[in-house]
Every structure is written in C-alpha cells, then in structure tokens.
C-alpha cells in the first residue's frame, strides 16, 4: 500500500510540479479563460466561478486522500501554465489515475506535457511502488488520446455512456493504463522524447 506524503515537489528541466495550493487560484483561473481547454472536459472551466468552485474542491479533496492536485509551472518564466491531478486513488491495490490535466494552448504539443508526465510516472511507480497508473478521456477527445499513446499509455477499452456531460449529452470514456512491468521501456522512450 502507498501513501502520498504531502508535500509532493516534482522538477524536471523546463517543468516543475508544485501542490496546489490557493495562492495559484487567480493565475490558473486566468489560464483556463480559454473555452478551448474545456471542449472535451467535463466542466465548463473557463467560466471563473465554475473554475474556482473546482480548484477549492481539489484542495479539499488533497486534505481529505480522495486525491492529489498539482499546479503546472514553466521553469523558463515561472509562469503557471496548468494543473494535474493523481486521483482515483486505491492504496490496498497499489494503483491510481493521472487525471484532471489540463494546459494553457500555448503549451500544446510543446513537450511540457510529456516532461510532466515522466514526473509524475517516475513518483508513482519509483516512488509509490505502483503496479498500475491509468488515464481516461473521452472517445471524442483525439488530442488527448494521442497525447496518452505518445507517454505509452495502452488502450484497454471503451466505457459507453460513462458520463453525462454539461450539456446533458453523454460521454463514451476511453482507457488507457501503464503498469509496472513496461515502466523502464515507456521511461527511456519519454526521456528520448524529451531530448
């Protein structure tokens, strides 16, 4: 069984992974004014008090274990650039999801992500001792499915109507995981990518 020992501080060379923490609140909310983040998510985030009733939610949620919120940083300027979550969390199966991601577009398909995502997958399976972390998004969501085969996540299937979306219409969420067994191949691929 693992345990998440707050505080988490992740660092790489253009990324660094700070907790959440209400401070970042103004910045983040500034960020996630962009309707275009939100597309494919399941809350309307750039309307500000939508965003701020999330982000108080994810602080709570860290104090109480349910999960783990990051605020994403760009080392090069200090700015933040977006959040991240370890959620879904279950202990006595040695597992959890990277979840609840999200990026200012400016730093689409600019490597951040995979940077952040060696980060974080090096604490879960180095640091926690993990044999599973997962990843959802909608069937719908092509960048972000693309983006989770990029890190070496493996499809594992389909969930249909998994989750009712703002608007009332339904979500089909799809799967994808990593285990420990394929840990170093997927981790000197991400350090490949990342140059």
Sequence with gaps: MFAIQHPVFLEGQRVRLMPLDNSHFAELI????????WQNMLIRGY??????????????????????PFTIIDKLNSKIIGSTSLMNLFPEHNKLEIGWTWYDPEYWGTGYNTECKLLLLSYCFEKLKLVRVQFQTSETNVRSRAAIQKIGGKYEGTLRK??????GSYRNTVMFSIIDDEWQEVKEMLIELIG
């Design 47 to 68: 309307d500000a008090e939508v965003l701020m009733t999330q982000l108080k939610s994810l602080v709570l949620k860290r104090a109480s274990g349910e999960m783990y």
């Design 162 to 167: 998994e989750r009712i979306k703002p608007d």
């Design 30 to 37: 500034q960020v996630g004014s962009k309707p275009e983040i």
